[in-house]
């Protein structure tokens, strides 16, 4: 191992730590899309390709709007979900907008995707792909490769902009809650596990081919890309008495809907009806979702898995509470039960795993 394995500081202060050897050749054969390496961020042991560090910066001194609603979470915690409920809400609650035939991630930009798009697993994105053509449109002269294709185009985007990020709140602007609204979704994490198994086979931008047993334990051991899970927990539920910050839960969204999209309501101040609340229930519930699949935009297959979606399903996999059950051996739960009660203790949170 090398002596020296710390390099820079980010703004955000944190130190950044290649990864090495044998650490990194386990990741590099499990998940074949990290082709571009990985890094871990200190104070945190945060995770990421190393690719996030072109634009960590920028994403740390992101200039936010007061109009802005930030929306944060874990991965597979139910992102899409809430960018679909929360955007309806703002621009649809009449279920009349044309803009809603654009996908959710058009709609609602993840600031840092451009980490995921040096993956070799995924082709160039040449100037006649439909996302090239689409930045040319929103970022005219701009370079798209060495500013960020994606960071470009939610800095474009118009007011009022709805915006996605799986980044935690210690790598984000720090003037953030005085700056915009802020939305936390969180879900429990024997549920998140099953589905970010399914969703790092389905995209290949992550490519996992290791064993559900070994995908288990790169979670309960830390290491996995935007992790540890808990500390991106622990850093919202720290300010969920912020007044520009609503932390809220999948499971508490799923099985009292119109309760949750009430408070948000309240949050957002989109003074909506209930009629019009009963619209965005209806358009953003599992089923509608489902059957409009819309997720990426147009080219957004590159992305994507096919052979893999045809044999195990789409994106859209069960949008359930408790869809875990079953699916863990005795020795993985308890290993899960274990990691949850050495992290929960310090937190508080009383999840609910079941529905
Ligand atoms: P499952 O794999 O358990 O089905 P993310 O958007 O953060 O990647 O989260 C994806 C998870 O949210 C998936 O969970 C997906 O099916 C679920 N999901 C997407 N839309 C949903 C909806 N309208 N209602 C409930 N769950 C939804």
């Not at 288990?216 to 539920?237: M, S």
């Not at 119109?258 to 209930?274: A, G, H, Q, S």
């Not at 789409?314 to 899960?336: C, L, M, P």
């Not at 949850?340 to 079941?354: R, V």
Request: charged share 25%.
């Amino acid at each position: 191992m090398c002596s020296d394995r710390t390099t820079t500081t980010l703004a955000s202060g944190h130190k950044i730590i290649h990864l090495e050897g044998e650490e990194l050749s386990r990741q590099e054969k499990d998940w074949e899309g990290y082709t571009e390496g990985l890094v871990r961020l200190t104070p945190g042991r945060w995770l990421f390709s190393s690719t996030f560090i072109q634009h960590a910066n920028k994403y740390y001194n992101f200039k936010m709007r007061e109009k802005d609603v930030l929306l944060m979470t874990y991965t597979k915690c139910g992102t899409t979900w809430l960018q679909e409920v929360v955007w309806t809400m703002r621009n649809n609650p009449d279920l009349d907008n044309p803009m809603a035939a654009a996908a959710v991630n058009t709609r609602v930009p993840f600031i840092e995707m451009d980490l995921f798009l040096k993956s070799k697993k995924i082709p160039e994105i040449e100037a006649d792909h439909p996302m090239m053509k689409a930045f040319q449109k929103m970022c005219p002269g701009r370079d798209a490769a060495a500013d960020g294709m994606f960071l470009q185009m939610a800095e474009s985007a118009p007011d009022s902009r709805t915006i996605k990020t799986h980044l935690p709140l210690s790598l984000l602007p720090q003037n953030l809650l005085d700056t915009c609204k802020v939305v936390y979704l969180a879900r429990n994490p024997r549920d998140a596990i099953v589905s970010f198994f399914h969703h790092a086979r389905i995209f290949r931008i992550h490519s996992y081919t290791g064993t559900f047993d070994d995908f288990v334990q790169y979670f309960v051991d830390d290491d996995f890309l935007y992790g540890p899970y808990w500390l991106h927990l622990k850093e919202a539920w720290e300010q969920r008495n912020h007044p520009n910050l609503h932390f809220m839960f999948y499971e508490d969204l799923k099985t009292n809907n119109m309760k949750e999209l009430k408070k948000l309501n309240n949050f957002l101040n989109t003074k909506l009806t209930d009629q019009q609340l009963n619209n965005v229930s209806h358009y953003t519930s599992f089923p509608e979702m489902k059957a409009r699949n819309s997720l990426l935009g147009e080219g957004g297959d590159i992305f994507l898995n096919l052979d893999i979606i045809n044999k195990d399903g789409g994106f859209y996999r069960k949008g359930e509470v408790g869809s875990w059950k079953g699916k863990y051996t005795k020795e993985q739960d308890q290993k899960i039960n274990h990691w949850i009660n050495k992290n929960l203790g310090d937190i508080g949170i009383d999840f609910k795993y079941t529905a």
